[in-house]
């Protein structure tokens, strides 16, 4: 008993320790340089980039390091039965596109902004800078946010779903609106932002492997990245 109370509070301080990294060093990347005698302003468009791209999977690479231990056998297993999981699970994304087509359409019904400042600042970084958007959005975004909102608050809400589901989902959601937020209105944003974090949360939950929430965050960007890129392309 003792044993596995010592582990529970392991585990809460790890998920304590990884988010507090999470939001520490992702806000520092223009400070971080300065530490090397480099200004990020003084860089070129394709430096600025390259640089954000390699600290962004930097710190995806170190929290990995981290959860290598829950990380390593659920990566192994989705392997193994990747085509099960998907059959099982793709019917989620179906509801979370739904309810998020739905949430947003509600909020537009009520006010005069069409899309969130976060989704309007990918749209205006993906016209200036597409490959750094897309590598970014589709492939460690959804390494990184479901090891630090899902993994993470698992690990603090361990004996609580319900917990878990609702602040994961929350704190995803804030995490998506309140960097950008230039006016109250764009609170209600958190609303579809949070959709997708309260049903990878649920599959998470259901499936304990971190890598099947992963694989639909994956799919879900890309397929909305791509759509985007189509979008500009056609504008």
Same mark, same amino acid.
């Given at each position: 008993?003792?044993? &596995?109370?010592?582990?529970?509070?392991?585990d809460m301080f790890i998920g304590f320790g990884?988010?507090?990294?999470y939001l520490i060093v992702s806000s520092l990347p223009y400070d971080f340089i300065?530490?090397? +005698? =480099?200004? %990020?302003? &003084?860089?070129s468009i394709i430096a600025r980039q390259i640089y954000l791209t390699l600290y962004e999977a930097s710190l995806t690479l170190i929290i =990995?390091?981290? #959860?290598?231990?829950?990380?390593?056998?659920?990566?192994?297993?989705?392997?193994?039965?990747?085509?099960?999981?998907?059959?099982? #699970?793709?019917?989620?994304?179906?509801?979370?596109? +739904?309810?998020?087509?739905?949430?947003?359409? =509600?909020?537009?019904?009520?006010?005069t902004t069409m899309t969130s400042e976060n989704q309007q600042a990918i749209v205006d970084t993906l016209g200036k800078a597409p490959i750094y958007t897309f590598i970014i959005t589709v492939f460690i975004a959804p390494i990184l946010e479901e090891l630090v909102f899902r993994l993470s608050f698992k690990k603090i809400f361990k004996h609580t779903n319900i917990l878990f589901i609702v602040f994961s989902g929350l704190f995803f959601g804030g995490m998506? =609106?309140? +960097?950008?937020? /230039?006016?109250?209105?764009?609170?209600?944003?958190?609303?579809? %932002? /949070?959709?997708? +974090?309260?049903?990878?949360?649920?599959? #998470? /939950?259901? /499936?304990?492997?971190?890598?099947?929430?992963m694989s639909l965050h994956f799919i879900h960007n890309g397929i909305m990245m791509s759509l985007q890129i189509l979008l500009l392309l056609l504008a």
């Open positions: 008993m003792e044993k &596995d109370k010592n582990y529970d509070l392991r990884v988010l507090f990294l300065k530490l090397f +005698g =480099v200004n %990020y302003n &003084d860089l =990995v390091y981290i #959860y290598r231990k829950d990380f390593i056998p659920n990566f192994k297993d989705f392997l193994k039965n990747n085509i099960k999981y998907f059959k099982k #699970y793709i019917k989620y994304w179906f509801i979370m596109l +739904g309810l998020m087509i739905l949430s947003n359409a =509600v909020i537009t019904m009520f006010t998506h =609106v309140l +960097g950008t937020l /230039s006016n109250p209105i764009d609170l209600l944003f958190i609303i579809p %932002y /949070s959709i997708p +974090g309260f049903i990878f949360a649920y599959i #998470y /939950s259901k /499936s304990k492997n971190i890598c099947i929430p």
